[in-house]
């Protein structure tokens, strides 16, 4: 067992949901800071714990690594459970916060969650898993053996997601990643909970085609 690598995960992905949806209800922010909240937390956690585990902070991730052969089966799952764990224990430490507040009239509804009501269902199912798809790809580029460039990785990586939000935010939220919208979902309810299949399934479909497209079109896997 991994341990080392599971704790990296889970404070990663803490890390990653307090920061960015932090942003969104505590801070009430405009939708650059969200977006850059969130790309931050992405560079400063791939900086801080990518040595240790290599930083995936996303379930859609460690299953483009696996389907790689990048990491094993075992530890696929065990750091599943690490970035879900991380993500809830985050929106816990929100929700808390925001019970401690004296003046909520300017706190967001939804703890950060994601959700659709711009889009249908099938419109926001597409966008997740190809935004999922592109982050995803950029992902596995960036830290091949082959093509990546351990010096710039964090900073791509944190960019591609901050770019994406900026576009998908009215859409979705842009979640591309599991963890990330269960988290907040557990709290928000209502919508955020029975819209959270497309959360969970689309970014892990986009994150399945993006090793593939990796793989297969790049050939990112041959030293």
Not at 52 to 81: C, E, Q
């Amino acid at each position: 067992m991994n341990y080392k690598n599971y704790i990296a995960e889970f404070i990663g992905t803490f890390f990653l949901v307090l920061i960015g949806t932090g942003a969104v209800t505590i801070g009430n922010g405009s939708p650059v800071a969200i977006a850059l909240a969130f790309g931050l937390a992405i560079v400063l956690m791939a900086y801080a714990i990518g040595p240790v585990s290599g930083g995936h902070m996303n379930p859609a991730v460690s299953l483009a690594m696996y389907i790689n052969k990048r990491m094993s089966l075992t530890d696929m799952f065990g750091y599943w459970f690490s970035q879900v764990l991380g993500a809830i224990v985050a929106s816990s430490v929100v929700k808390m916060i925001i019970a401690s507040m004296t003046d909520t009239s300017k706190v967001p509804d939804g703890f950060g969650s994601n959700s659709y009501a711009t889009i249908s269902g099938g419109m926001a199912f597409f966008v997740e898993a190809l935004f999922s798809f592109l982050f995803i790809l950029v992902i596995l580029m960036v830290t091949s053996e082959k093509f990546g460039n351990s010096n710039i990785a964090g900073f791509v990586i944190g960019l591609t997601l901050t770019v994406l939000i900026f576009v998908g935010l009215p859409l979705t939220g842009v979640s591309v990643n599991p963890a990330r919208s269960i988290g907040p979902a557990l709290y928000a309810a209502g919508d955020a909970l029975s819209q959270l299949w497309v959360f969970i399934l689309a970014p892990l479909v986009g994150g399945a085609l993006a090793a593939f497209a990796a793989k297969y079109v790049f050939n990112s896997e041959e030293a």
